[in-house]
């Protein structure tokens, strides 16, 4: 008989480490192998893309970002995903947006306002001294019947805890002080290679685009800046990808896509885009965006109207009155609104110290703005800069007709 003598472990795999290794990833192989099984019986079978023949015999690339074909080796796995990210504008770490906020200088006013609270079927009046306001004898003026009153004042005084004011005319009246929002939109140093918003409100991501995904670690606050890198459509509504595994769906955020050119009609390089479904104003110069942020136009049926106009008059100061309904029930009267740039008819663009609700539906077809928006705004435009209102969902109404003889604030 023949004695053959199996050689030790060490002659057939003289690397134990590697052959251990080797193991571990045919092990790995064959689990994935079968997941993938698993799941084709019950979800359709992908498309495969055709193996090219330069690809067989090739290595995977390290993980990294090819935009180019590597040639030498396979960009699959991480890269493919990291590639992925990179032709949306996405970087690890992410590449921080090329924007500032304005000074906050121009969000000084050198104003006092102030709101008239009236009780349904009241009037306010101007008295001539604080005793008169107080007892509400001897009145001066009466103001018309109506909803939305804001003065502006010079001093207060208080009685009973009730705050009285007086305008520069020494006359008083019962009114209560009110501040206004401090929030700037951004100012652009370049072009931004992708898009960017504003979130609404304080709030956590999905991890996935659906409202029944679980939430994010991640804490957003009101008016925060992010970028966005992907969107899609899920659940009735667009859901935005702001960082890897964390999604904002649209009814929380508010969205400005960089223009690539001017709108068609416009003959310089300066215009004023306002967004309508967004909710947002982009300011553009010499080919670039240079200045974007929320705004809040008109609610429905006091329409913001859609069309190419042209800035007509410029007023650092305006009152603004009027009435909508039937009877002048719903009279208004805004005293001293800031920084107002018209441009169709009686609508303006403005700043508004009345609501902070900016990146809503809240006007009668102006477009309000913060006050140092609204300022930054009006040192930048020119009479006879162009300003393109348009509304990608469709739904304002365009006819002309619908929109004349309306006024506006």
């Known amino acids: 008989?023949?004695?053959?003598?199996?050689?030790?472990?060490?002659?057939?795999?003289?690397?134990?480490?590697?052959?251990?290794?080797l193991s571990v990833v045919i092990a790995c192989l064959a689990v994935l192998s079968?997941?993938?099984?698993?799941?084709?019986?019950?979800?359709?079978?992908?498309?495969?893309?055709?193996?090219?023949?330069?690809y067989e015999g090739k290595p995977l690339c390290m993980p990294g970002v090819y935009l180019i074909d590597p040639v030498d080796c396979l960009p699959m796995g991480p890269s493919m995903t990291l590639t992925h990210w990179a032709r949306k504008g996405m970087t690890l770490p992410l590449r921080p947006l090329p924007a500032s906020h304005p000074d906050p200088s121009y969000t000084l006013l050198d104003r006092n306002y102030a709101k008239i609270n009236l009780l349904p079927g009241t009037q306010a009046s101007w008295y001539p001294n604080l005793e008169s306001a107080v007892a509400g004898w001897?009145?001066?003026?009466?103001?018309?019947?109506?909803?939305?009153?804001?003065?502006?004042?010079?001093?207060?005084?208080?009685?009973?805890?009730?705050?009285?004011?007086?305008?520069?005319?020494?006359?008083?009246?019962?009114?209560?002080?009110t501040t206004f929002s401090n929030y700037q939109g951004l100012i652009f140093k370049q072009q931004p290679v992708n898009d960017f918003g504003?979130?609404?409100?304080?709030?956590?991501?999905?991890?996935e685009p659906s409202v029944n995904a679980p939430l994010s670690s991640a804490t957003l606050a009101k008016h925060e800046v992010v970028q966005v890198f992907d969107s899609v459509e899920a659940e009735g509504t667009t859901w935005y990808m702001i960082r890897p595994g964390q999604w904002v769906d649209r009814t929380k955020i508010r969205v400005v896509s960089p223009m690539l050119e001017a709108p068609e009609g416009v003959d310089s390089d300066r215009w004023i885009d306002i967004n309508l479904y967004e909710q947002t104003l982009s300011v553009y110069e010499d080919g670039r965006l240079i200045f974007a942020t929320l705004a809040a136009t008109g609610f429905e049926p006091y329409f913001t109207q859609p069309g190419l106009f042209q800035v007509r008059e410029k007023k650092e100061f305006e009152t603004m009155t009027g009435a909508f309904a039937t009877g002048k029930a719903d009279y208004y009267m805004l005293e001293d609104v800031p920084w107002t740039i018209y441009y169709d008819g009686p609508r303006a663009m403005h700043g508004a110290y009345w609501h902070v609700n900016f990146g809503y539906e809240?006007?009668?077809?102006?477009?309000?703005?913060?006050?140092?928006?609204?300022?930054?705004l009006y040192d930048w435009a020119n009479v006879g800069d162009w300003v393109y209102v348009h509304d990608p969902s469709g739904q304002t109404p365009t006819d002309a007709e619908f929109y004349k003889g309306s006024a506006a604030f």
């Open 34 to 54: 079968a997941v993938s099984i698993a799941s084709a019986q019950d979800e359709p079978t992908p498309e495969i893309p055709e193996v090219k023949d330069s």
């Open 198 to 207: 504003w979130v609404l409100d304080n709030l956590s991501p999905r991890k």
């Open 362 to 376: 809240v006007s009668h077809g102006c477009v309000n703005l913060s006050i140092g928006d609204a300022h930054w």
């Open 1 to 21: 008989f023949l004695l053959i003598r199996r050689p030790p472990r060490s002659t057939l795999f003289p690397n134990t480490t590697l052959f251990r290794s």
């Open 138 to 177: 001897g009145a001066l003026s009466t103001l018309p019947p109506g909803e939305t009153f804001f003065i502006t004042y010079e001093n207060v005084a208080y009685y009973e805890n009730n705050p009285y004011l007086s305008n520069e005319r020494g006359e008083w009246i019962r009114a209560s002080p």
